[in-house]
């Protein structure tokens, strides 16, 4: 009998080992010490944010989570509360039944069979009702810092946008990602990829003269081939996100 093994991605990027560097590089003066937008408290308020915040900005997740997480910012506050008042206090972001219900689920999960505490690995956290593998990578990342790419509408667009690491779906992407990025370089890596999609290389038009890799980008949409100045951006405010 006859195994075949699943051949792993490519590494395909339009850059050279030399140039990613350099993204790189330059994204770290940029953004020396960059930070996830969605507010948070601990690893539980950082699962819940992040599976609210599918299909929804980080601006509005963190408006309907701010009383929310004063409350209930564990497991078992969260179960206390219920999924009808849960509702009410993330009634403005989109599904948010559905969402109320994995909230609960997933924090009678944590209580159940974690003791209330947040997994600290990829396989037991998308055992979490509403928890994929990109929540997974972002509370890994964000919690626990481990490195990690959890591609999001930003980062895949990005990716393949600028022909860093294409690819037909978010597995795809994430995978040759680990691949292209060079490794002292990929535990904020996710963070400057997201950052660059929503404030500079933006999905409905890129403002190319904004862009400090705009002279590497090998982007066919671009529309300026002088990089922006090289300077630390101010500090982030988080909570302030505009998506």
Known sequence: MIIRRKKA??????????????????????????????????????????????????????KATRALFQIADTPEKMLALGEERV???????????????????????????FGGVVPQTRDELVTLPGVGRKTANVVLSMAFG????????????????IKLAPGKTPDEVEERL?????????YHAHHWLILHGRYTCKARKPECERCVIADICKSPEKTCDVPAPLVELPRQVIGEAVD
């Open 146 to 161: 481990q490195p990690t790419m959890a591609v999001d509408t930003h980062i895949f667009r990005i990716a393949n946008r």
């Open 87 to 113: 509702r009410d206090y993330i009634k403005t972001i989109g599904l948010y039944r559905n969402k109320a219900k994995n909230v609960i689920a997933l924090s009678q999960l944590l209580v159940d069979k």
């Open 9 to 62: 991605a490519a590494v395909r990027s339009a850059y050279s080992e030399a140039e990613r560097e350099e993204i790189f590089r330059r994204f770290s003066i940029q953004r020396p010490e960059p930070k996830g937008e969605l507010e948070h408290t601990n690893p539980f308020t950082l699962v819940v944010a992040v599976a609210l915040s599918a299909q929804a900005t980080d601006a509005g997740v963190n």
């Open 178 to 186: 680990i691949k292209v990025v060079p490794k002292h370089y990929l």
